[in-house]
């Protein structure tokens, strides 16, 4: 059998820039300063201007990005804060984790993103805050969000972890809602080598806020202002994903092109294809397709060398963690169905044109 086609292959990144990486750990094993430091506000900076915001606070992870985010824009108990039922449970654990309560709105069934419709109705006098999630990489539909939490007084909290380098009307995510997480999981677009986060904002007040939560609370090393946590970004991180950063942009251009190549070879393939709205550039951090098939598929390309996945096969409300919520199957049609329907495709930037070609006659000889 052939070589597999892997759903992302990091090595084939690392190799690609081998020179760089090497330099940039070597560079902090060296200087022996390994916590903050100018590694960090190096990178920070850098985030910053990539994503259009003033400020960026970087974090030991995407899941401390959201909590940390949270607390600082005043979410906490008897608060409630309005999420999409079908992502990654790191972006509802967080709510949990600030003594909030999650309430879930349904999908766009078009797009998997968040329903604003939904969202408004959804809304109660403790509701804080609303965290839409720009999943795979495509932007949620930030205007008419916005618009709710305007009309409300509700803060808008972007999850942006699956999506760095994508845009609304040119405007790039992380500068959309009064703050914005992004994740650094090695698998994301822009990934360590471990787990890193980050929370992007424009306001100076809620910056030096999330500098103290990340810091034990500190402004200098032994007085603190308020009860924080340990939750810094460390400078070997940094240094990779800085090193990574200018690599980024291309990285996202490619990934585009080799999502509309797909789009083209598949396009009588009897698949719900991702569709795009006009005001938005994603960064198609997963391609993913639609079939009630999907299991079978799933199977036929596993058997055929083709590694793909499910991003996600149990939606939140469903999930046994969350059961304390109260809902039950049914509450959120669009969410369930996308669950039993989803498939994730290989992509990466490091994908041949032979590879997605493999893929694709794999998902034709499964047609018929």
């Known amino acids: 059998m052939a070589a597999k086609i892997p759903l992302v292959d990091l090595k084939a990144q690392y190799n690609t820039i081998k020179p760089e990486i090497d330099a940039a750990i070597a560079r902090i094993v060296a200087n022996t300063s390994f916590i903050l430091g100018k590694e960090v506000s190096d990178f920070e900076a850098a985030f910053a201007a990539f994503c259009g915001a003033r400020f960026c606070i970087g974090v030991g992870s995407g899941t401390s990005a959201i909590h940390l985010a949270l607390l600082a824009a005043g979410v906490g108990p008897d608060s409630e804060v309005i999420t999409t039922p079908f992502t990654f449970i790191a972006s509802a654990e967080p709510i949990w984790m ?88 090695p698998g994301k677009n822009l990934g360590a080598y471990g787990d890193a986060g980050a929370i992007t904002t424009g306001d100076e007040a809620l910056a030096a806020r999330l500098r103290m939560l990340r810091d034990h609370g500190r402004q200098s090393k032994y ?33 585009r092109a080799l999502a509309a190549r797909y789009d083209r070879l598949l396009a009588d393939a009897g698949l719900g294809l991702p569709k795009e709205l006009p005001d938005q550039t994603p960064v198609f951090h997963l391609y993913v397709v639609r079939t009630p098939r999907r299991d079978a598929l799933l199977a036929h390309l596993k058997a055929n060398g083709v590694e793909a996945g499910v991003h996600y096969p149990i939606p939140l409300h469903l999930q046994p963690a969350m059961s304390y919520l109260g809902y039950k199957r049914g509450d959120f ?31 034709r000889a499964f047609a018929g």
Not at 133 to 148: E, K, N, S, T
Not at 230 to 254: S, T, V, Y
Not at 337 to 363: F, I
């Open 333 to 363: 049609p669009h969410a369930e169905a996308a669950a039993g329907e989803v498939l994730s495709l290989p992509l990466y930037p490091e994908m041949t044109e032979a590879q997605q070609d493999t893929v694709v006659g794999a998902l």
């Open 223 to 255: 007085e603190h202002q308020i009860l924080g946590y340990g939750e810094r970004l460390d400078a070997l991180q940094a240094a990779i994903l800085g090193a990574k950063l200018p690599h980024l942009a291309q990285w996202n251009e490619r990934r």
């Open 98 to 185: 600030a003594g909030a309560r999650p309430v879930f709105a349904d999908i766009d069934p078009a797009t998997c993103n968040i329903d604003p419709r939904k969202v408004e109705d959804a809304i109660t006098p403790r509701t804080r805050a609303i965290l839409p999630v720009h999943l795979y990489g495509r932007p949620a539909a930030m205007r008419p969000l916005l618009a709710i939490g305007a009309r409300y007084g509700i803060q808008v909290i972007e999850d942006a972890a699956q999506a760095h380098g994508a845009s609304v009307a040119g405007q790039p995510v992380g500068s959309l809602g009064k703050l914005a997480c992004f994740s650094f999981y």
